[in-house]
Every structure is written in C-alpha cells, then in structure tokens.
C-alpha cells in the first residue's frame, strides 16, 4: 500500500522557520522523483519545489528561492522542506508528491504564518 505522510506544519510568526517531513511506504523511494506542492485557499495548487532521485538537482518556485530548501534521504525513504523567512503568503497545505511513472500524493500538512 503507497503512503505517503507529512508532519511538521503548523502555525509560526512571520520571519520564523518550519522543518516539513514526508514519509514514504509501499513503493520504490528512491527511483522517484519527489516534490513539495502547496494550496492555499481559493488558489491552484502550485509546486514549491522538486528534487531529483538523487538529491543531485533542485528546483524552487520564485516565491520561495533563497528561503525554502529541498532534500531527500533514501535511507530513509524521507523528503524534507526546511521553510525559513516564512511570510504571511507561505501559508497554505503543504502536500508531498512521488513521481514517476505514477504520481502519488499525501494528505498534507497545515502550515500557517501568522502573528
């Protein structure tokens, strides 16, 4: 059974850090591509970031280059976002995503900026 499940979020000041995980079961991690997606209500769902199987190429949306950071531990068949500098606009669902010949995603994680 594929799983994949996000922890970490939650509600944080404006110019604070947040340490995103998503745990991945019942496939083969380490041949997927694996990004980090966000939703915010009343908006598309938009990629944030994406990393290759391994962990050798990045990508961030401009929104959030120079502040969020992208990795992957196949070990650990583990993805990470570290968020810093997080702003009002980063607060969204926070969903992880597995891709390659299937695409498989979570349930997500709330995170809120907020003072």
């Known amino acids: 059974q594929v799983r994949l499940v996000e922890s970490g979020g939650g509600l944080v000041q404006p110019g604070g850090s947040l340490r995103l995980s998503c745990a991945a079961s019942?496939?083969?991690?380490?041949?997927?591509?694996m990004s980090w997606y966000r939703q915010a209500p009343g908006k598309e769902r938009e990629l944030v970031a994406s990393?290759?199987?391994?962990?050798?190429?990045?990508n961030y949306a401009d929104s959030v280059k120079g502040r969020f950071t992208i990795s992957r531990d196949n070990a650990k068949n583990s993805v990470y976002l570290e968020m810093n500098s997080l702003q009002a606009e980063d607060t969204a669902v926070y969903l992880c995503?597995?891709?390659?010949?299937?695409?498989?995603w979570g349930q997500g994680t709330q995170v809120t900026v907020s003072s």
């Open positions: 995503n597995a891709l390659r010949t299937a695409s498989f």
């Open positions: 019942g496939f083969t991690f380490s041949i997927y591509r």
């Open positions: 990393i290759t199987r391994d962990g050798g190429t990045t």
